[in-house]
């Protein structure tokens, strides 16, 4: 609240200004929405009504509002932007989950990345990319030009619902949906179940990407410590009964930053939890190939009658191939399809051939096979040269391209990120992966991205006094 001080009128009228604004800018207020009162105005913010008039006349003066005498005054002009990083509260913009992401997709060709999220280059299939570009480019015309049905790739759904099948999810071909990323699928299934204002429970540290999604849905998210062996089921069944959620999303199989794995015992108890809750799980499973034993599935226990598996291939096949699948319930289905065909039409046709030629190549497995022996040397080395400098991992894990870390005494890994970014060296700091401030203190490192020596001696150099 404001206060009439001696802060002078002008800093008054620009707050209640600034407010009016970041309402447009949010839509909270959308063009042709009236605007509080000047009464309900100066009474919300505690300034004057003289306030509040100067403040509404100004921007009405700028076009941003009109008065209609009588009636009040209106939002005027077309929707907004949606500006993300307007939308409050603004919690440490200049690294926060979009700030990974713009650095490590803008970086140059030179920089480090050991805070991305995916595998170098070098380490992809890209054999077998171009294997299938070849004999697409053999394909009848329809497979080169024409858009994707509703529920995509019939060949690709049959080979995913396969692939499901091996780690005990029985799904037919009917309730496997494509869509253009993992991302996009994330996007559909909150678009079908969240209404703004809908709480969403995420694991606490998360994908740092399911924050920024949830923003966008103009839903709240409330984070659910993550333990060895899953979330905290104490802390899960109190926030069912404190926040009510429409929606649970996690990882299956490797947890994304820990690395930690399922346990059989916790997904039985957090399934029991989210029938009485009438909660819907959104299970994340881009990590599958990663995997040296399968981990439990909620989507294999639960059947997908409340669980909703999605994943995509940009991890080990090609990020440049953009081609997710959601599974569900048919009824489900049926209409995320009628989402996708109003939000991106036709879906990407070649995209989802390529991904079926090169799942099904011989070479593929062997492939993963390699990085998977590549990935374990990895977190070894890397484990032991970030304990050197102190940098303790929260667990050591089997699988998986992720070391999640407790940096050093009082170390900031906001302030970590900004030194080792003057080195080229773009690192993920802990707040962007969490709700909690004691992930202050944490930081996510891509074993695979974490090679150079380079890295090691930024963060040496960062770390001293």
Not at 43 to 68: D, F, H, N, P, Q
Not at 197 to 204: C, E, I, S
Not at 223 to 247: C, E, M, N, W
Request: aromatic letters at 6%; a positive charge.
């Amino acid at each position: 609240m404001l206060k009439e001080t001696e802060g002078g009128a002008a800093t008054r009228i620009d707050s209640v200004m600034l407010a009016i604004r970041g309402r447009i800018v949010d839509r909270s207020l959308m063009p042709g929405s009236r605007l509080p009162s000047v009464r309900a105005q100066s009474k919300a913010m505690g300034v004057s009504v003289s306030t509040v008039v100067e403040a509404y006349e100004r921007l009405a003066a700028e076009g941003v509002i009109r008065s209609r005498p009588g009636s009040g005054f209106y939002v005027s002009g077309s929707v907004a932007p949606l500006a993300l990083t307007e939308i409050a509260p603004r919690r440490e913009r200049d690294i926060d989950p979009l700030w990974i992401s713009r650095q490590s997709l803008e970086a140059e060709a030179e920089a480090l990345k050991p805070g991305c999220g995916w595998l170098p280059a070098s380490w992809m299939f890209d054999a077998g990319i171009r294997r299938a570009l070849r004999t697409l480019s053999r394909a009848e015309n329809t497979e080169l030009a024409d858009y994707g049905t509703p529920l995509g790739h019939a060949s690709l759904r049959q080979i995913l619902a396969r692939r499901m099948a091996a780690n005990g999810v029985e799904v037919k071909t009917g309730q496997v949906l494509l869509t253009e990323s993992g991302t996009q699928a994330i996007d559909l299934v909150c678009r079908l179940l969240l209404e703004p204002g809908d709480t969403v429970l995420v694991d606490d540290p998360c994908y740092f990407n399911f924050h920024a999604l949830l923003k966008a849905h103009r839903a709240k998210a409330v984070g659910v410590p993550y333990t060895p062996s899953g979330p905290d089921l104490d802390a899960f069944a109190a926030a069912l009964q404190i926040h009510k959620p429409r929606l649970y999303i996690t990882n299956s199989a490797i947890h994304n930053p820990t690395g930690a794995v399922l346990s059989p015992v916790t997904a039985h108890r957090l399934l029991k939890l989210a029938e009485e809750a009438n909660l819907i799980i959104v299970e994340d499973d881009i990590f599958a190939d990663f995997e040296e034993v399968a981990a439990p599935r909620l989507s294999a226990f639960d059947g997908l009658s409340r669980v909703i598996q999605i994943g995509s291939f940009s991890k080990t096949l090609s990020a440049a191939i953009r081609c997710g699948y959601i599974a569900a319930r048919e009824d489900w289905i049926d209409k995320i399809a009628d989402l996708k065909i109003a939000t991106s039409f036709g879906g990407a046709r070649l995209a989802a051939g390529i991904l079926a030629l090169a799942l099904t190549d011989g070479s593929y497995r062997k492939h993963m096979e390699t990085v998977r022996r590549r990935l374990g040397e990895a977190r070894a080395t890397t484990a032991t040269r970030l304990t050197r400098l102190g940098i303790e991992p929260w667990l050591r894990p089997g699988a998986g391209m992720f070391l999640w870390c407790r940096l050093p005494g009082e170390t900031d890994a906001t302030e970590l990120a900004r030194r080792c970014l003057e080195d080229g060296v773009v690192l993920a700091p802990g707040n962007a992966f969490s709700l909690s401030q004691t992930a202050r203190s944490f930081m996510r490192f891509n074993v695979a991205q974490s090679s150079d020596e380079r890295v090691f001696r930024s963060l040496e150099s960062a770390l001293r006094p």
